[in-house]
């Protein structure tokens, strides 16, 4: 298995433009997690999917971000519009959810903007 | 609301040096308790994953305790090689399934 799949691995936008982050999770995986990694907060859950169901947005940080999972195998992180702040690393883990709840964490997307 | 820290938030040793890796926690109501290892530009590796009616999980050279009662884990690295080099993050699942982390500990292995 390739793993859990994010793209674009880096992204450099301006200021109130739209950002579309991408991530596929592991084939099977029924539970999906976006996070944001920053130096002073460290790593933050934003929203996780269970069955491509939001079960929990409360880390969804403004109305300005927004996640979607039209089906098992995709799911979408978007801001509109982006600010400065929102440059940080977001990653995506996806979770067999059997069991232990072990997490398979994604490269990331590394987002910076101006 | 649960809080994790994880001191010292640097570290840096000698190869083949034994070494402990601090985690505390605010709340002992956790689901399990987890260790990950963060190599710079990279994604999280899971390491070792402690239940809650669990007391230690071992694996290779590593070695994770976990106290309850006291809200600390311990990640045990034995006989530390450069490879090892990386941030160690501890992270605590609660009742709602959700994980919330430790800032990390930035490990550096000097050969």
């Known amino acids: 298995d390739a793993g859990v799949i994010q793209s674009p691995r880096h992204e450099v936008t301006e200021m109130g433009q739209e950002v579309t982050l991408r991530c596929k999770p592991i084939s099977g995986h029924n539970s999906l997690f976006w996070y944001r990694q920053t130096m002073m907060r460290g790593l933050e859950l934003l929203i996780y999917?269970?069955?491509?169901?939001?079960?929990?947005d409360s880390g969804m940080p403004e109305d300005r971000f927004s996640a979607k999972m039209p089906n098992a195998s995709f799911s979408t992180l978007k801001i509109q519009p982006s600010e400065p702040r929102d440059s940080a690393v977001y990653f995506c883990?996806?979770?067999?959810?059997?069991?232990?709840?072990?997490?398979?964490f994604g490269p990331g997307t590394r987002l910076t903007v101006l | 609301k649960q809080e994790v820290t994880q001191i010292p938030a640097a570290l840096s040793v000698p190869e083949g040096e034994n070494l402990v890796l601090n985690c505390s926690f605010t709340?002992?109501?956790?689901?399990?308790l987890q260790w990950f290892r963060q190599d710079p530009g990279k994604g999280l590796t899971s390491l070792l994953l402690i239940q809650s009616s669990q007391r230690e999980q071992t694996s290779g050279r590593l070695n994770a305790s976990l106290d309850k009662s006291s809200g600390r884990s311990t990640l045990y690295i034995a006989a530390s090689q450069p490879g090892d080099s990386a941030t160690y993050l501890c992270?605590?699942?609660?009742?709602?399934?959700?994980?919330?982390w430790g800032l990390g500990t930035s490990l550096g292995v000097n050969p």
């Open positions: 883990a996806s979770s067999p959810r059997t069991g232990s709840n072990e997490q398979f």
């Open positions: 999917f269970n069955n491509n169901v939001p079960i929990d």
């Open positions: 992270a605590v699942e609660d009742w709602g399934r959700k994980l919330i």
């Open positions: 709340d002992s109501a956790i689901y399990n």
